[in-house]
């Protein structure tokens, strides 16, 4: 009988917190947008559907044995392969570090990372507008946590100031959300006057900046001043997964000690060699050239609202439009118009911080965004 009611105050509660969601106008769900325009993946350059990518993959696994479907354990067990650790040398090469350690997704990295570093007595400072998955990773930590003003300098100081033991901070290279760019030699100066670690998520600069596409961090030749970074596959690369790049002492540590890493059944050859191939083909040609060409004519056609716009040179650029209701009807609005563009509502983003989130691609067309500008130009 007991049972009875505990499983009914569970329905109850179940019930209750999504209507509230609902009532806030926030209510998740998943759809299927087939057909549209694509103006809201991470897909920035056109890996994710590259006949190009597909063909190498394909090549790839014809001029070798073939692998098994499933990696069938932890990279400690049975999981680990000559393929794994030849991509995780190929990556350190690539991204100028000393190693990389693959993980399942960016997700897992930033918690597997996070967690695992700050001990009892130790702080991490995460800059306010940090990732879900850095901000989970820290939470998971025995570390006291601080975060910061979005890029302030002097808030973050302030807060290095006040904080004990090892301090970790995290910060991202381009802002999911936001799309700008972190200060990354001011705050690397900072973190080595204090004895600071710096962590840079570089999920959205991965295959944007730097040479062939390595990253903002070194774009600015920043790598040996760095504790570590985290690279993403599921955006700029078309694939999925992560790695954490840093030094040989970080890649033994994690293996060691990042819960994430360890108790989880590593990928499959197949996405390992898809990923290898996705970095062989950003070394073939410059895609950075090509999508920062796009950005800087969606920015020169798009002056004329400038200030509705979060400033950034990103492919990330974000529209504000206060309120969860009206963000959602302008995005209705521009779905009729065939582009999938997607509205951020709080509490995702900070309430009157709502935004349409448009992500410029490669293969967007200069006709598709001269439309979909006068559209937004119509209603701003
Ligand atoms: C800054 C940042 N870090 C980490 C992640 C997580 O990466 P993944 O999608 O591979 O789990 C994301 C993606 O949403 C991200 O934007």
Same mark, same amino acid.
Do not use: W
């Given at each position: 009988?007991?049972?009875?009611?505990?499983?009914?105050?569970?329905?109850?509660?179940?019930?209750?917190?999504?209507?509230?969601?609902?009532?806030?106008?926030?209510?998740?769900?998943?759809?299927?947008?087939?057909?549209?325009?694509?103006?809201?993946?991470?897909?920035?350059?056109?890996?994710?559907?590259?006949?190009?990518?597909?063909?190498?993959?394909?090549?790839?696994?014809?001029?070798?044995?073939?692998?098994?479907?499933?990696?069938?354990?932890?990279?400690?067990?049975?999981?680990?392969?000559?393929?794994?650790?030849?991509?995780?040398?190929?990556?350190?090469?690539?991204?100028?570090?000393?190693?990389?350690?693959?993980?399942?997704?960016?997700?897992?990295?930033?918690?597997?990372?996070?967690?695992?570093?700050?001990?009892?007595?130790?702080?991490?400072?995460?800059?306010?507008?940090?990732?879900?998955?850095?901000?989970?990773?820290?939470?998971?930590?025995?570390?006291?946590?601080?975060?910061?003003?979005?890029?302030?300098?002097?808030?973050?100081?302030?807060?290095?100031?006040?904080?004990?033991?090892?301090?970790?901070?995290?910060?991202?290279?381009?802002?999911?959300?936001?799309?700008?760019?972190?200060?990354?030699?001011?705050?690397?100066?900072?973190?080595?006057?204090?004895?600071?670690?710096?962590?840079?998520?570089?999920?959205?600069?991965?295959?944007?900046?730097?040479?062939?596409?390595?990253?903002?961090?070194?774009?600015?030749?920043?790598?040996?001043?760095?504790?570590?970074?985290?690279?993403?596959?599921?955006?700029?690369?078309?694939?999925?997964?992560?790695?954490?790049?840093? !030094?040989?002492?970080?890649?033994?540590?994690?293996?060691?000690?990042?819960?994430?890493?360890?108790? !989880?059944?590593?990928?499959?050859?197949?996405?390992?060699?898809?990923?290898?191939?996705?970095?062989?083909?950003?070394?073939?040609?410059?895609?950075?050239?090509?999508?920062?060409?796009?950005?800087?004519?969606?920015?020169?056609?798009?002056?004329?609202?400038?200030?509705?716009?979060?400033?950034?040179?990103?492919?990330?650029?974000?529209?504000?439009?206060?309120?969860?209701?009206?963000?959602?009807?302008?995005?209705?609005?521009?779905?009729?118009?065939?582009?999938?563009?997607?509205?951020?509502?709080?509490?995702?983003?900070?309430?009157?911080?709502?935004?349409?989130?448009?992500?410029?691609?490669?293969?967007?067309?200069?006709?598709?965004?001269?439309?979909?500008?006068?559209?937004?130009?119509?209603?701003?």
């Amino acid at each position: 009988m007991g049972r009875g009611k505990e499983v009914n105050n569970i329905t109850t509660f179940l019930e209750q917190k999504l209507e509230f969601r609902k009532h806030a106008n926030a209510f998740r769900k998943l759809t299927i947008n087939e057909g549209l325009i694509d103006f809201c993946s991470n897909d920035y350059l056109g890996f994710a559907s590259s006949a190009d990518l597909r063909e190498l993959i394909s090549s790839k696994e014809k001029a070798q044995a073939p692998q098994p479907t499933g990696s069938t354990g932890s990279r400690l067990i049975s999981g680990n392969n000559t393929i794994a650790e030849q991509l995780e040398t190929d990556l350190a090469l690539f991204h100028s570090a000393e190693s990389a350690l693959l993980f399942n997704s960016g997700y897992d990295a930033n918690i597997g990372l996070f967690s695992s570093l700050a001990q009892r007595g130790d702080t991490i400072i995460t800059d306010e507008l940090a990732h879900a998955s850095i901000i989970d990773g820290a939470r998971l930590s025995n570390g006291t946590r601080y975060s910061f003003r979005h890029n302030d300098l002097k808030s973050l100081e302030a807060k290095i100031k006040v904080s004990k033991g090892n301090i970790y901070i995290a910060v991202e290279s381009i802002y999911s959300m936001d799309g700008d760019e972190a200060p990354l030699k001011a705050l690397v100066e900072l973190a080595e006057q204090y004895g600071a670690a710096l962590i840079v998520d570089e999920a959205h600069a991965t295959g944007i900046y730097g040479p062939h596409g390595s990253g903002l961090i070194t774009h600015y030749d920043l790598e040996k001043r760095i504790f570590a970074r985290v690279i993403t596959f599921g955006k700029a690369l078309g694939c999925h997964g992560a790695a954490v790049v840093g !030094s040989s002492l970080l890649r033994n540590y994690l293996i060691n000690f990042a819960r994430s890493f360890i108790y !989880s059944t590593a990928a499959p050859s197949h996405s390992h060699l898809s990923v290898s191939m996705a970095y062989q083909l950003l070394q073939k040609e410059d895609f950075q050239t090509k999508i920062h060409e796009k950005i800087q004519f969606f920015k020169k056609e798009s002056a004329a609202i400038a200030k509705r716009f979060i400033p950034s040179n990103s492919p990330i650029q974000s529209f504000l439009i206060p309120g969860n209701n009206e963000a959602k009807q302008m995005a209705l609005l521009l779905k009729e118009h065939r582009f999938d563009i997607r509205p951020i509502l709080s509490p995702t983003v900070q309430e009157g911080k709502e935004r349409l989130r448009i992500c410029l691609h490669t293969f967007n067309s200069v006709q598709d965004i001269k439309q979909l500008l006068s559209l937004l130009i119509k209603t701003a």
